[in-house]
């Protein structure tokens, strides 16, 4: 785990020294859980954005985009849930002074048990060798039951305790269990109490009366408000999806792992409208769709898991969350969640506006039924960066970073270089330059070493580097240098637009969803 924590901090350098992200407002020395996306990454974020979008509304004839205003209506957060609801508790070390949400305090504290059970389970793997019956050995040792008894216990008290929103109790599991304060080390902590997620700001001047907004705390809303606009003007049938794309804000309690936690954050929802009776087909149906356009990206298959929901959320009557191994663990990247037709009854009764639908083919009314992918910009960012991170020991004691990056996401997909700065090189290369830049985001670099500029873009994660060289001038050709195996190849430069085209398009990704 020390490793990976160190892992973890080397990307997060890596991906500032080569302008993916950077702190917000660094120089006034930051701001708490804000990132700004620098020229790399940026670039990295709008492919994975286009990614989704084209997979969503490309592929899907009946899931059209909106792109709704992030102030909406204060009453519609109270439709929602949110004023009342969407709430951390939250506790304080004295000590310390620090604040920390209780619920992951607990269940960090359930994962180092659980840490404990398997460090037994490794070692007696080793000591018994092949013939290791790990479910035998679970039952029968002593330790690794009476931690797993205590593991069971705790969890179904943690469990109840938030299904009941009973804070006294959660503050008696921290207590009982004597967690401490990683900073302080110490048990003097405060009562727990609730804390509401959304910023809050005042619109108009105060003369007029101001109102009190909330920025939204997800873009999800913006689509129920709007769904008979796009009912009617779309002529949509049910079922039928709109998808969006956009900022969300969540005052985090504790905002940790680099751009994992945000206060400000991106999301892409997709809203999807079915007949009440068939959101179980439907959310089996986006269930491994989801994963599907996750594992297309080629990132691994073994990286993923669902993590199925034990406690739903009132409204909802099935939850499944998409996880990606982060180097913190797996984490989740993506939501999938039925949420029966809550939304569009609370908008109902609280704007006096009837949201129904009306089915030609039962010739009856009703309120839709809601299937909702939902996710996170800022943590696929983060996935798709861990995962592609390599450092390599080359041959001759020689050493790379590279990002072996999806083709389709790299921020630039092919580096020209002239070999030398002189002969006619430079402008052979601009050449090249000129007309791939009409299809591919394409760099010129002749400074320093051809050494230094393929590892400069290895950095970076560039598929494809251009090598002209003296022979380029007799015979139109160039190397074309892969990132990942390094290997090259002379090809004519008329046949580069194919063969760049072919590996780096959107649109090769895409037909893998089929
Ligand atoms: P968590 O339990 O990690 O706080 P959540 O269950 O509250 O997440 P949802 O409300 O389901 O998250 O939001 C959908 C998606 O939005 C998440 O899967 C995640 O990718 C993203 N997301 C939520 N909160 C944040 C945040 N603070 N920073 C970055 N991304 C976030």
Known sequence: ??????????????????????????????????????????????????YWWEAMTLLHENIVGIDSAIFMHPTIWKASGHVDAFNDPLIDNRDSKKRYRADVLIEDHIAKIDDKINKEVEKARKRFGESFDEEMFCQTNARVKEHKDHREALHQRFSDAMNDNDLKALRQIIIDEEIVDPISGTKNWTEVRQFNLMFRTEMGSTADGAMTVYLRPETAQGIFVNYLNVQKTGRMRIPFGIAQIGKAFRNEIVARQFIFRMREFE??????????????????????????WHKALGLGDDKYRYH???????????ATDIEFRMPFGF???????SRTNFDLSQHEKFSGKKIQYFDPELNQSYTPYVIETSIGVDRMFLSVLCSSYEEQKLEGGDSRVVLHLPAALAPVKCAVMPLVRKDGLP?????????????????????????KRYRRQDAVGTPYCITVDHQTLEDNTVTLRHRDSMEQERVAIADLHKLIHDRVSLNSLLRKLK
Not at 267 to 289: H, I, L, N
Not at 308 to 318: I, R
């Open 427 to 451: 402008e052979k290369a601009r050449e090249i330059v000129d007309d791939l830049k009409f299809d591919f985001s394409t760099h010129y670099d002749e400074k320093d070493s051809i050494g």
């Open 331 to 337: 984490k989740e990247v993506e939501g999938i969640h």
């Open 308 to 318: 199925d929901h034990e406690k739903l959320a009132h409204y909802a009557n099935a």
């Open 267 to 292: 999301q892409m929802e997709m809203q999807f409208f079915v007949r009440p009776g068939d959101e179980m087909k439907w959310f089996g149906y986006w269930k491994e769709w989801r994963l599907r």
């Open 1 to 50: 785990m020390a490793q990976q924590e160190d892992v973890f901090k080397k990307i997060i350098a890596h991906s500032k020294e080569y302008g993916f992200v950077f702190p917000s407002s660094e120089i006034y020395d930051g701001l708490s859980a804000v990132y700004d996306y620098g020229q790399n990454g940026v670039e990295l974020k709008n492919n994975i954005k286009r």
